[in-house]
């Protein structure tokens, strides 16, 4: 029983995430060393994470990525002047 709660309130914060996505296509003459140098930068300075890669019998590859997209609430109460 502590198990489907559990999975329940999991799924729940799945849920309330929400993410950016960033599709990019790299053609066939990108070799394999520039396309992990391309991904580790989006991945090191835009915080981009790696979502899907699909490589298509030409060669081409499809990448996806995402962020989490962070909502900042206010924290303090305005003054009331």
Excluded at 29 to 43: C, I, P, V, W
Excluded at 61 to 71: C, G, N
């Amino acid at each position: 029983m502590e198990h489907v709660v559990a999975s329940s309130i999991r799924s729940a914060a799945a849920r309330a995430t929400e993410y950016e996505f960033r599709h990019l296509l790299l053609s066939r003459d990108t070799s394999r060393s520039a396309a992990r140098k391309l991904l580790t930068e989006h991945a090191e300075y835009g915080r981009w994470e790696l979502a899907r890669l699909r490589r298509f019998p030409d060669g081409t590859r499809r990448v996806t990525l995402r962020r989490k997209i962070l909502r900042v609430r206010r924290s303090l109460s305005p003054v009331d002047t």
